[in-house]
């Protein structure tokens, strides 16, 4: 397994599904962060095995060592939280070596060997086609345990692609299924997490519209972002499904299996790392708390703000590509009275809270807001407005008197003491191919940086 060397002293922290620590980790780390003056926690994001995770943070806290050095008094740790999360093995990491994302073993399960081409690592496949690769069935299997049985028959699915509409329910079904949200709960389960009142009976197209409908429009998101998808004129007479509705099937489990990691970053971070910052601070009264997460980590420190004990609070967070509402920290909204489901805990930290977007994130640019959409409304799905952007699109909106800074901007000049920071990363966060773009490229020394400079160090 990846170990994290960069950095010392460092500590794993393990969080199930419900959001319990491991206890032997918890333990270490509440007995050695006294002495600490500041401990960094860095939450991932939908890395799916312990040394993808690792690579990341080894990489990450790669340059924090030098960057600190300037600052003698001060005595960092630093964190790595692993929770049950996938990513599907088709998403590149920009610059991470292809055995490290592809072949590493999921939490779980098997190792299994990168497929090769004359006997090296071959590319990394590309996005698009439907059937599932082997991996991407264990990793299935391995964040939704007891699946086993419906992941083989979704495989089978994607591989055959059948031209009959009822085989398409009847996979629309199953993806329901193993992910967990039911139709009619899904706005409850999903959409509300992020803001604090959803209207009660809307069901999002992505889990309760017509399956053929909403697979074709996926389709052309991916065509959208570069993704090969099958020609619509591949499609068969009389009714029947072609190649082109089942490369959107694949994008529906896709997506539909990002709803339960999102559902899933909430519960961990609210039920989990918040609590157990709250011991933290009984053990270690002195260190000063900085959050870091990408993607869905960036919503489980978020809501990890939500769970801390009452008078404990961190003294930074920064966020990564985040993949939540860009309204979760917002007041009242024209289509939500009660507004975002965090509004006002940005009070439960004494330094900034800041944002980093990148217009290169394809994940969250195009996707997040399509998989997001509700049903019943008359805007095309493809031309969805603001109410379904994501905080890594372009960070906060509806906060009055939000500082929007570029990232050279940010590292140069005066940096916010307080308060909600958007800061434009798309100078650096800029690498990745099709269809998640740019969003896994967060290794860089300037947001190293910019994560210091709100820790005020």
């Known amino acids: 397994m990846t170990q994290v060397t960069s950095v010392q002293p460092y500590w794993d922290l393990t969080f199930d599904a419900g959001g319990?620590?491991?206890?032997h980790q918890r333990d270490a780390l509440l007995?050695?962060?006294?002495?600490?003056?500041?401990?960094?926690v860095f939450s991932h994001g939908w890395n799916n095995d312990l040394s993808t995770?690792?690579?990341?943070?080894?990489?990450?806290?790669?340059?924090?060592?030098?960057?600190?050095?300037?600052?003698?008094?001060?005595?960092?740790?630093?964190?790595?939280?692993?929770?049950?999360?996938?990513?599907?093995s088709d998403e590149p990491i920009p610059d991470f070596p292809h055995a490290a994302a592809l072949a590493a073993p999921a939490a779980g399960g098997p190792a299994l060997a990168a497929p090769?081409?004359?006997?090296?690592?071959?590319?990394a496949p590309a996005a698009g086609g439907s059937a599932l690769d082997a991996r991407t069935r264990a990793d299935l299997a391995a964040v939704f345990p007891g699946s086993e049985d419906v992941v083989a028959r979704i495989a089978d699915l994607l591989a055959q692609q059948p031209e009959e509409p009822e085989r398409l329910a009847?996979?629309?079904?199953?993806?329901?299924?193993?992910?967990?949200?039911?139709?009619?709960?899904?706005?409850?389960?999903?959409?509300?997490?992020?803001?604090?009142?959803?209207?009660?009976?809307?069901?999002?197209?992505?889990?309760?519209?017509?399956?053929?409908a909403m697979c074709d429009v996926l389709a052309d998101a991916l065509a959208q972002v570069g993704c090969p998808v099958a020609p619509a004129q591949g499609e068969t007479i009389l009714g029947g499904l072609g190649g082109r509705v089942w490369d959107g099937a694949k994008e529906l489990l896709r997506q539909a299996t990002y709803y339960a990691m999102k559902r899933r970053a909430g519960t961990v971070g609210e039920q989990g790392l918040g609590p157990l910052l709250g011991g933290l601070a009984?053990?270690?009264?002195?260190?000063?708390?900085?959050?870091?997460?990408?993607?869905?980590?960036?919503?489980?420190?978020?809501?990890?703000?939500?769970?801390?004990?009452?008078?404990?609070?961190?003294a930074s967070v920064t966020l990564l590509q985040g993949a939540f509402s860009h309204y979760t920290?917002?007041?009242?909204?024209?289509?939500?009275?009660?507004?975002?489901?965090?509004?006002?805990?940005?009070?439960?930290?004494?330094?900034?809270?800041?944002?980093?977007?990148?217009?290169h994130d394809q994940a969250l640019s195009v996707f997040y807001p399509l998989a997001s959409r509700i049903a019943g409304e008359d805007e095309s799905l493809l031309g969805f407005g603001d109410r379904w952007g994501a905080m890594g699109h372009d960070g906060f909106q509806?906060?009055?008197?939000?500082?929007?800074?570029?990232?050279?901007?940010?590292?140069?000049g005066p940096f916010p003491g307080g308060g909600c920071v958007s800061v434009d990363a798309s100078a650096v966060v800029c690498a990745g191919g099709p269809p998640s773009g740019a969003h896994s490229d967060i290794c860089h020394e300037e947001l190293a940086r910019l994560v210091l400079r709100a820790t005020k160090v």
């Open 20 to 23: 319990d620590p491991d206890p």
């Open 31 to 40: 007995s050695g962060a006294r002495g600490l003056t500041d401990l960094v």
């Open 53 to 88: 995770a690792n690579a990341l943070y080894d990489r990450f806290y790669a340059p924090f060592p030098g960057l600190v050095a300037a600052a003698p008094k001060a005595r960092f740790g630093y964190v790595g939280v692993h929770w049950p999360s996938m990513r599907f």
């Open 116 to 123: 090769a081409v004359g006997g090296t690592p071959s590319a």
């Open 170 to 212: 009847e996979f629309a079904g199953l993806v329901r299924r193993l992910t967990g949200v039911a139709p009619q709960a899904a706005v409850a389960s999903v959409l509300a997490e992020d803001m604090a009142s959803a209207a009660a009976g809307i069901e999002p197209q992505l889990l309760a519209g017509d399956p053929a």
């Open 282 to 314: 009984a053990a270690a009264p002195g260190v000063r708390v900085h959050l870091v997460g990408h993607s869905f980590g960036a919503r489980l420190v978020s809501f990890a703000l939500r769970g801390l004990p009452p008078g404990v609070r961190v």
């Open 329 to 359: 920290f917002s007041g009242p909204l024209p289509f939500d009275a009660k507004g975002g489901a965090l509004h006002g805990m940005q009070q439960r930290v004494t330094g900034p809270v800041v944002a980093c977007h990148s217009s």
């Open 398 to 412: 509806s906060l009055d008197g939000t500082p929007v800074l570029t990232l050279a901007a940010a590292l140069a």
